[in-house]
């Protein structure tokens, strides 16, 4: 009895609950009801949940579907996961930010990618940060520099302000693909344990170097223009909202231990 699920059996299971609840004690459930069902419930019975919301003539919301497509990300059946738009357009709904959030993760190939900026854009829904930062993680895990570079161009042409995130996971491919072809030219593709757990970037970095490195080059070359004019969203600090205006004056005014503290909360150089 250590799942939710097994223990949701106690009470009926999905079946058997909403037949106690609707027709034993006449309480008719509402949208509340099967949100929470949702995560009592095997994956199995998450068709028939959303056929239940029909029977029973639920006013349904697009929470309720970004909640099922979570839940079957967090799984990785993200092929469930990307029919739920069928079931948000039956209901006569329309999908929103967080509907594309969830479903980015689902993206493991171009093909998808590009897909859901369609879908987006056919939405009249603009990307957020979140949702480009989510692409191009799964871009950068697939070595896909061409899908990097539009990602990044997305960025500029919609005006989106990268995060620290976003430039975290840009590094960290740039160093990776770095060290991998040092380490390809110096050892070949079966010269160390590094390379064989790097199958995939290592595959198409060794193929771009016998064409003479020309993907690497100009990724390397749209990379760092867009670095230049990128501006970096930072975090702020938590305690920034409580700074009052005699502490805005202490970081100009106050002692040196003082002003070197506020500058740590409003992020001023010092």
Same mark, same amino acid.
């Given at each position: 009895? %250590?799942?939710?699920?097994?223990?949701?059996?106690?009470?009926?299971?999905?079946?058997?609950?909403?037949?106690?609840? %609707?027709?034993?004690?006449?309480?008719?459930?509402?949208?509340?009801?099967?949100?929470?069902?949702?995560?009592?419930?095997?994956?199995?019975?998450?068709?028939?949940?959303?056929?239940?919301?029909?029977? $029973?003539?639920?006013?349904?919301?697009?929470?309720?579907?970004?909640?099922?497509?979570?839940?079957?990300?967090?799984? +990785?059946?993200?092929?469930?996961?990307?029919?739920?738009?069928?079931?948000?357009?039956?209901?006569?709904?329309?999908?929103?930010?967080?509907?594309?959030?969830?479903?980015?993760?689902?993206?493991?190939?171009?093909?998808?990618? +590009?897909?859901?900026?369609?879908?987006?854009?056919?939405?009249?829904?603009?990307?957020?940060?979140?949702?480009?930062?989510?692409?191009?993680s799964n871009a950068c895990y697939r070595c896909s520099f061409e899908h990097i570079e539009m990602l990044?161009?997305?960025?500029?042409?919609?005006?989106?302000?990268?995060?620290?995130?976003?430039?975290?996971?840009?590094?960290?491919? $740039?160093?990776?693909?770095?060290?991998?072809?040092?380490?390809?030219?110096?050892?070949?593709?079966?010269?160390?344990?590094?390379?064989?757990?790097?199958?995939?970037?290592?595959?198409?970095?060794?193929?771009?170097?016998?064409?003479?490195?020309?993907?690497?080059?100009?990724?390397?070359?749209?990379?760092?223009?867009?670095?230049?004019?990128?501006?970096?969203?930072?975090?702020?600090h938590p305690w920034k909202q409580f700074l009052t205006f005699k502490d805005l004056e202490d970081v +100009?005014?106050?002692?040196?231990?003082?002003?070197? $503290?506020?500058?740590?909360?409003?992020?001023?150089?010092?």
């Open positions: 009895m %250590a799942t939710a699920e097994n223990k949701f059996l106690l009470c009926g299971g999905l079946t058997g609950f909403l037949e106690v609840m %609707a027709v034993a004690d006449e309480v008719q459930p509402n949208i509340k009801t099967f949100s929470q069902l949702l995560h009592c419930i095997p994956s199995d019975d998450e068709t028939r949940l959303v056929e239940y919301i029909k029977e $029973y003539n639920i006013k349904t919301d697009i929470d309720f579907f970004n909640q099922l497509i979570r839940k079957r990300v967090d799984r +990785k059946d993200y092929k469930m996961a990307r029919l739920v738009l069928e079931d948000i357009k039956n209901f006569d709904l329309a999908p929103d930010i967080a509907t594309f959030g969830c479903l980015a993760m689902t993206c493991r190939n171009d093909v998808s990618s +590009k897909r859901l900026l369609k879908d987006m854009h056919t939405s009249g829904i603009r990307p957020n940060i979140q949702i480009i930062t989510a692409l191009l990044l161009s997305l960025l500029t042409a919609n005006g989106v302000v990268p995060n620290i995130k976003t430039i975290q996971i840009l590094e960290r491919f $740039y160093f990776t693909c770095r060290e991998l072809i040092v380490s390809l030219e110096k050892y070949g593709v079966d010269g160390t344990d590094h390379l064989r757990s790097k199958k995939r970037h290592v595959t198409i970095l060794h193929e771009d170097i016998e064409s003479g490195n020309p993907g690497w080059k100009r990724y390397i070359e749209v990379y760092r223009a867009w670095l230049e004019k990128s501006q970096i969203e930072y975090p702020t +100009k005014s106050g002692s040196e231990s003082k002003q070197k $503290y506020l500058n740590d909360i409003i992020n001023i150089p010092t």
